[in-house]
């Protein structure tokens, strides 16, 4: 159906190796290149969507690929279009993402996002 050139990208076959984590979202698969980072690819159109990813996510309700790689945190719509990017530190990982919300794990605490515009929601509490 498709190929990658390893040598394209600056892989070698002892450089790719199995996946970062066991779960990518259906249709994707992220590979391990580095210690850190990986290539994640889309295995329907066989196209590299990102070649430093670090986590990943989809939102089966909304159809939102959600990249965190070493430049930040970005977000793409259905049809692959970007929706928007946040700047993000290094050690954070994607703890769930689903109903358009984004839930992301960053020094033992919980952030979400609205996953359709990556703002993250003020929350008053009165006294």
């Known amino acids: 159906m498709w190929r990658i050139e390893l040598a394209k990208h600056g892989w070698t ?18 590979l391990s290149t580095s210690d850190t980072t990986g290539v994640l690819i889309d295995l329907g ?11 990943e ?3 089966s309700s909304a159809g939102i690929l959600v990249i965190f790689d070493e430049a930040g945190l970005y977000a793409y719509d259905p049809d692959d279009q970007p929706l928007w990017s946040l700047s993000v530190e290094d050690q954070i990982s994607i703890e769930a993402l689903g109903g358009v919300v984004l839930h992301l794990r960053e020094d033992g605490s919980i952030r ?15 006294l």
């Not at 990102?50 to 986590?55: C, F, H, L, N």
């Not at 979400?112 to 929350?123: A, D, I, K, Q």
């Open 13 to 30: 076959a002892s450089t790719v190796s199995a996946a970062l984590h066991a779960t990518p979202a259906d249709g994707l698969a992220l």
């Open 45 to 55: 159109a066989g196209i590299v969507v990102s070649e430093t990813a670090q986590d």
């Open 57 to 59: 996510a989809v939102d």
């Open 112 to 126: 979400v996002h609205n996953v359709l515009t990556g703002e993250s929601p003020r929350v008053w509490w009165r």
